[in-house]
């Protein structure tokens, strides 16, 4: 299984980036698809998931910004993310599990698989 999250850069607070996961090995319409973020010195928190590839779920402080979607032909789980504020500034990575439970999607502890990160950096 392998995770190739891409898509990460320098923005202007405001802005916007899409992150893209793109897994092999595994199908994303069949997976418990996550992203999760580290900022310097803070511990990993979850940001978004695609629930085996249905409903989707978010952290409160991205909700209304940030969106998790699939494209189940190029087996490849992206995140949008608008209005970015300085705060977003962290290593992005994805995580995927093939038999994670509901209760469990925003445990990063919970998931088999992951990618590198992508940093995204949002100045002020």
């Known amino acids: 299984v392998q995770l190739q999250a891409s898509g990460g850069g320098l923005v202007q607070a405001g802005g916007s980036l899409r992150l893209s996961c793109a897994a092999s090995?595994?199908?994303?319409?069949?997976?418990?698809i996550a992203w999760f973020r580290q900022a310097p010195g803070k511990e990993r928190e979850f940001v978004a998931a695609?629930?085996?590839?249905?409903?989707?779920y978010y952290a409160d402080s991205v909700k209304g910004r940030f969106t998790i979607s699939g494209d189940n032909a190029k087996n490849t789980v992206f995140l949008l993310m608008n209005s970015l504020r300085p705060e977003d500034t962290a290593v992005y990575y994805c995580a995927a599990d093939p038999s994670l439970i509901l209760s469990s999607v925003r445990a990063a502890r919970a998931y088999d698989h992951w990618g590198q990160g992508t940093q995204v950096t949002v100045s002020s």
């Open positions: 090995g595994v199908t994303v319409s069949r997976q418990t």
């Open positions: 695609r629930f085996r590839g249905t409903n989707t």
